[in-house]
Nanobody, 124 residues
Framework: QVQLVESGGGLVQAGESLGLSCTAS????????MTWYRQASGKPRDMVAS???????NYADSAKGRFTISRDNAKNSMYLRMNSLKPEDTAVYYC??????????????????WGKGTLVTVSS
């Protein structure tokens, strides 16, 4: 079964930049869309940015112009470059991958996987 691991979170000051990474482990699946979500304390989990296998991207309004999502299909990895960070960007950032299993015990089944999250804190 696929496992997603995020890294790169931390504490930064407003206006600074930070990069997040997400890597999916395993070889029995194919990933279609990968998405970054975030969840601030006491709020619902919201989509930040997504990217398809062919590189088509979609951003939340709050991320447009400041965040850049990218992906390395060969490494089953996704990245989020966050510039001009604001205190309201403070949240746990989660990686999500959608796709299907092409072999192994789950062959033929859809894949819907989440990472455990990485905390981003932006101080004012």
């Amino acid at each position: 079964q696929v496992q997603l691991v995020e890294s790169g979170g931390g504490l930064v000051q407003a206006g600074e930049s930070l990069g997040l990474s997400c890597t999916a482990s395993g070889t029995t699946f194919s990933i279609s869309t990968m998405t970054w979500y975030r969840q601030a304390s006491g709020k619902p989990r919201d989509m930040v940015a997504s990217i398809t296998t062919t590189g088509i991207t979609n951003y939340a309004d709050s991320a447009k112009g400041r965040f850049t999502i990218s992906r390395d299909n060969a490494k089953n990895s996704m990245y989020l470059r966050m510039n001009s960070l604001k205190p309201e960007d403070t949240a746990v950032y989660y990686c999500h991958a959608a796709g299907f299993y092409h072999s192994g015990n789950y062959a033929g089944k859809t894949m819907d996987a989440w990472g455990k999250g990485t905390l981003v804190t932006v101080s004012s």
